[in-house]
């Protein structure tokens, strides 16, 4: 059972800020009564709309006068902060606390889940196993008190992301990130998006059962939601050390974060925010949320003032500029082709995720790439300034716009914060609709 379940339809700061005394207070009730070294691990910059930061920054001013506490960002195989962005992100947290994890070299082996076990759960779409890299300063000190940070919302690989997502992705090695992404890519991003418990995560639950029980533990899961004026706001805190304060959190979200249409829609517009989103590998969140909601021969148009690059790390930056973002089946012959896309299989894994599959239209208005390097990763381009003289984002209301010449468009605000699909295409795919 969660220590706290919280739900509202608006949770203010001072409300959260008294739960999270109260997960304090339990926290030494249950797991460690006078800690002295502290981690704590939030997402990265990209979560930041969260509030993630604020809370973990919450936290450390609370607990650094009796304890040495860290922060490590559970970046995965994003780019580091850079000292800006963490005070952006953590406020006064100083930098010296603010450990970058290094998903090539900081990295230590815990165990493996069999290639049997991985077959049995994606019912044989694959049949490889998933080696588990951890970050080394989370296994190899020693700690009184972990918390792990984030934000419930519907994803793309392990069909809502956060609780273990953290350690597993955020803090994990290479190899575990490219044999579960390929994994959640070959099982079907549309089957993912949504469900509580997908193939990847069901991985990785197992594994945190086995290799993390002795880790001194507790989740504090956020979940939010837009409210009548249109503004996203905190509208429940889960906080525990078992799975269920990830289900309550996931079940909350699925019921607050999906809107579903009946009909498909022609165009969807939408912003990938200038202060979180500086790759494709992030932004096309755009693309993993709208893709089962957009009719065929439509057009998803996405506003990413702060693009300037394709790939989080420059090797697979390079894969896809080689490759470029085509069909699930193109890119699987590909990839039994050619030995760069089976080292990055994450970046492989990408590439599939980010694809309409021919269906519809992605054009991109990038602030800092320019319209040849744009199609050359196969996606359509538009001005940055001109588009944002013909869609202003700060006039346009979520939901259904009728443009001055007649164009109706779907405005999305923040499409890395839901989930967008017809009825048809997320209640009657594999799997179904929720599990649980």
């Known amino acids: 059972m969660p220590w706290i379940s919280e739900t ?3 949770l203010s700061r001072d409300q959260i800020c008294e739960l999270l005394d109260q997960a304090i207070a339990e926290a030494k009730s249950r797991i460690c009564d006078t800690p002295k070294r502290v981690l704590l691990l ?3 910059i990209t979560r930041m709309h969260s509030g993630a930061g604020w809370i973990t920054e919450y936290f450390y001013k609370h607990l650094c006068e009796e304890a040495d506490v860290h922060v490590i960002p559970t970046l995965g195989q994003h780019e580091p902060h850079t000292p800006e962005q963490n005070q952006q992100m953590f406020g006064d947290i100083p930098n010296d606390r603010i450990h970058a994890h290094d998903w090539r070299d900081g990295v230590v082996h815990v165990g493996e ?4 076990f991985v077959k049995e759960i994606s019912d044989g779409m694959v049949d490889w196993p998933i080696p588990i890299w951890l970050n080394k300063m989370l296994m190899e000190e020693q700690w009184d008190l972990i918390i792990n940070i984030g934000h419930v919302v519907p994803h793309e690989v392990l069909g809502f992301a956060n609780h273990n997502k953290n350690y597993f992705i955020g803090l994990g090695g290479k190899d575990t990130i490219c044999a579960s992404h ?3 890519a070959t099982c079907g991003i549309e089957n993912n998006l949504g469900n509580l418990i997908t193939p990847v995560r069901a991985c990785f639950n197992k594994a945190e059962d086995e290799m993390l029980g002795h880790l001194p533990d507790f989740y504090v899961q956020v979940v939010l939601a837009r409210n009548e004026a249109g503004d996203l706001v905190h509208t429940g805190l889960h906080i525990g050390d078992d799975l269920d304060t990830y289900l309550n959190a996931a079940r909350q979200s699925r019921e607050e974060n999906i809107t579903l249409f009946d009909k498909p829609l022609k165009k969807v517009v939408c912003v990938m925010q200038g202060d979180e989103f500086f790759s494709t590998w992030v932004a096309n969140k755009a693309v993993y949320r709208t893709r089962m909601v957009i009719e065929d021969g439509g057009e998803l148009l996405i506003i990413a003032p702060g693009l300037k690059r394709f790939g989080e790390q420059p090797d697979v ?4 500029r080689k490759y470029g973002y085509q ?3 193109k890119v699987l012959e590909l990839y039994h082709e050619n030995a760069d896309m089976q080292d990055l299989a994450h970046g492989t894994a990408h590439l599939m995720h980010g694809t309409s599959e021919g269906r519809f239209t992605i054009r991109y208005a990038p602030g800092h790439i320019s319209q040849e390097d744009m199609e050359t ?5 538009a001005d940055y300034e001109e588009t944002l003289k013909r869609y202003p984002i700060d006039q346009l209301k979520e939901g259904p716009n009728t443009m001055p010449d007649g164009e109706e468009i779907f405005f999305i605000a923040t499409p890395s914060a839901g989930l967008w699909s017809t009825k048809d295409k997320l209640l009657n795919r594999k799997g179904g609709f929720g599990q649980g």
């Open 8 to 10: 509202a339809s608006e």
């Open 327 to 329: 069909s699930t089946p």
């Open 377 to 381: 990763v196969h996606f359509a381009y």
């Open 113 to 116: 889940i069999s290639a049997e």
């Open 182 to 184: 390929m994994m959640a």
């Open 42 to 44: 939030p997402p990265d």
């Open 317 to 320: 930056d390079e894969l896809i």
